[in-house]
């Protein structure tokens, strides 16, 4: 190979949901203030990076629809997230069909089982799907790493399999964010 010529290598990435899998279920947290970043998750996320991953977080935010909180408060939280976790990114979904907000009340292409949010991550940073995961606590958040096609993981941390909302089958089964880092190779 000449020293001109290089082969750019993709890198996979793991897709987080945030609640449940990087910080605490709570319902809908409207603030930064009731955002609660579980202790291990920069831990796991520097884990994730060293074994040549990115840390993608993908995340629904009805409450935004619902009128709960302002979008400008969850890129408050979203910011606030990356500061505490050091993901790469933060792409969320503001969107419901029943929202209260009319800006907000449709049905999109981002709002997970779908895929918008994970084309928008791989138009960004060029990511390898076939080496990639899903990481997250409820039905949809696998159905959704199924539809793009990467392998996925159920973490207990949150809803977990417990309060599934329908029957899924997820690739692994870990107790947490940090069950999951070790796993990785």
Known sequence: MQADQFVEIRRP????????????????????????????????????HEKGYYAIVVTNQSGVARGLFSEDELLKMNDYLMQQTGVDAVYYCPHHPEGNLEKYRKVCQ?????????????????????????????????????????????????YGTAKLEEKVEADHVCRDLREVAEMLQ
């Open 13 to 48: 990435a793991v897709f987080l949901d945030r609640d449940g899998v990087l910080t605490e279920e709570c319902g809908h947290v409207t603030s930064v203030e009731e955002l609660h970043v579980f202790p291990f998750a920069e831990v796991c996320v520097r884990q994730i």
């Open 110 to 158: 981002c709002r997970k089982p779908k895929i918008g949010m994970f084309q928008e991550a791989c138009r960004k940073f060029d990511i390898d799907l076939a080496r990639s995961y899903m990481v997250g606590d409820r039905a949809g958040d696998i159905v959704a790493g199924q539809n793009v096609g990467v392998k996925t993981i159920l973490v207990e941390s949150g």
